[in-house]
């Protein structure tokens, strides 16, 4: 089991106790076959953080002052002798091994990968290197990413998706800006790449190491803006403007939504799958962008664009097979919300570019409120569903098509107070409903 789970069985043991489900001598046993092992959590890497921060700031200040004054060859020695130091001091806790703390590893790592930034920054500006930002971006992330690998360092780990995001994103805006369409990487070819890079420390060589909540929470946001960068890039055509993207980005949402997990991954709750989470809020999102007329009519027909692209066929096979096997593992509620993202290729035959939108307007709220009716029913059914996500769907739907009705301003105020009513009472409902407090996420 997963530190998580080990955690969760430690804390259940002493009600089993007191109800009689476990004798004194299992639930002993118990713990000294699944015992909470001590790691670096977000207490450790916070302190491993913070401390690197600071060392780091004050380097930059040192070096920063009288800069100017210093000849080339001090410039350089004060450029590459933080890394040096850094390195070495990284040696040592490596010899430590197993008797290094957490907090050492994130200091050190964390130092290093800061030392490295400013080692190329540096000599960039000594030797005025040809080249921008996002080079150094990109070549920072290449160097500092095995130091999270060798260290198991969460927080460079942190770093590093947030360099290669920020990276893809930047070559996205200039892609799309047609600056210098030649120099721009192709990413639907890195971003992937890079994105792997963090794999030989998440999952780990043995396919069993899990990030923390923290981490998983920048790893899914990492992945679903580069995705979305990636999806600008691919729908950049020299004749048209970027008519794909808006569907483009739902499909790319709906992979992150769909991204597999294990047994014990589906049973975690809601919180620790910030993949569905966040990919499920982003797909609700453009879907209720999409009831409008305008959005509707420029999301169906940015199909007829996105089709010829082989980025939104890949899209189109990742969904089917991780769909494929969300299917084979009952995870009813994420494959219903990933439904919303293959709507407007249902809907294009029957649609033609002289139409307007309102008939794509009214199917997307149809589905949404088939979607949410779905969430709801799969938990009275004793099934992993979101009754409250769907209640809170049905909520946003009634209001914004309130707030587009001829009606007057009291008729509206006097629904709206109605509505929080019923939402309060049915989460109310809910509530005394479960009698087991967790559960009752999308896996």
């Known amino acids: 089991m997963s530190l998580p789970h080990h955690l969760w069985l430690a804390e259940q043991l002493p009600a089993w106790e007191r109800e009689g489900i476990v004798t004194a001598d299992g639930a002993r046993m118990l713990r000294e076959r699944y015992a909470a092992e001590p790691q670096g959590g977000l207490a450790q890497m916070i302190v491993g953080a913070v401390g690197a921060l600071l060392i780091g700031t004050g380097l930059v200040a040192v070096l920063a002052y009288n800069w100017d004054d210093f000849p080339r060859w001090v410039r350089l020695l004060l450029a590459l002798g933080p890394l040096a130091a850094s390195q070495a001091v990284s040696w040592w806790v490596l010899r430590q091994d197993e008797a290094a703390k957490p907090w050492q590893r994130e200091a050190v790592a964390l130092v290093q990968t800061l030392a490295a930034g400013a080692a190329m ?39 590093y998706l947030i360099g290669i995001a920020v990276w893809t994103v ?19 070819l890195w971003f992937p790449l890079l994105l792997a890079g963090i794999l030989p420390l998440w999952p780990g060589p043995e396919l069993r190491d899990r990030p923390a909540s923290g981490s998983r929470l920048v790893l899914a946001a990492a992945t679903l803006i580069g995705l979305i960068a990636v999806a600008v890039y691919a729908s950049v055509c020299p004749r048209e403007p970027i008519q794909a993207l808006f569907w483009l980005a739902m499909l790319s949402t709906a992979a992150v939504l769909l991204f597999p997990l294990d047994r014990h991954g589906i049973a975690e709750p809601l919180t620790r799958k910030p993949q569905v989470l966040l990919g499920g809020l982003s797909l609700f999102v453009m879907a209720l962008i999409a009831t409008y007329e305008d959005p509707a009519r420029q999301l169906v027909k ?12 890949l899209l189109l096979a990742v969904i089917a097979g991780f769909a494929t096997l969300a299917f084979r593992q ?28 309102w008939p794509v307007a009214i199917t997307y709220s149809l589905v949404l409120l088939a979607t949410a009716i779905v ?19 049905i909520t946003l739907l009634v209001i914004l098509r309130m707030a587009d009705a001829d009606l007057s301003l009291l008729v509206k105020g006097l629904a709206f107070i109605v509505i929080g009513v019923g939402f309060l009472g049915f989460n109310i409902f809910i509530s005394r409903r479960r009698s087991i407090p967790l559960g009752g996420s999308p896996a």
């Open 121 to 159: 920054a540096l000599v960039s500006q000594i030797y005025n290197l040809p080249g921008n930002w996002t080079d150094l971006v990109f070549w920072w992330c290449l160097v500092s990413v095995p130091l999270a690998w060798v260290l198991r360092s969460q927080a460079v780990a942190i770093v």
């Open 170 to 188: 930047a070559q996205a805006g200039e892609r799309a800006s047609w600056s210098s369409p030649a120099e721009v990487a192709d990413l639907r």
């Open 302 to 313: 940015g199909v007829g664009f996105a089709l010829p692209l082989g980025w939104c066929w």
């Open 330 to 357: 009952g995870r009813s509620a994420v494959l219903a919300v990933a439904g919303l993202a293959l709507v407007p290729l249902l809907v294009a035959p029957f649609w033609s570019p002289g139409d307007d939108g």
């Open 375 to 393: 969430l709801i029913a799969l938990e009275f059914l004793g099934r992993q569903g979101a009754a409250r996500i769907g209640a809170a769907l």
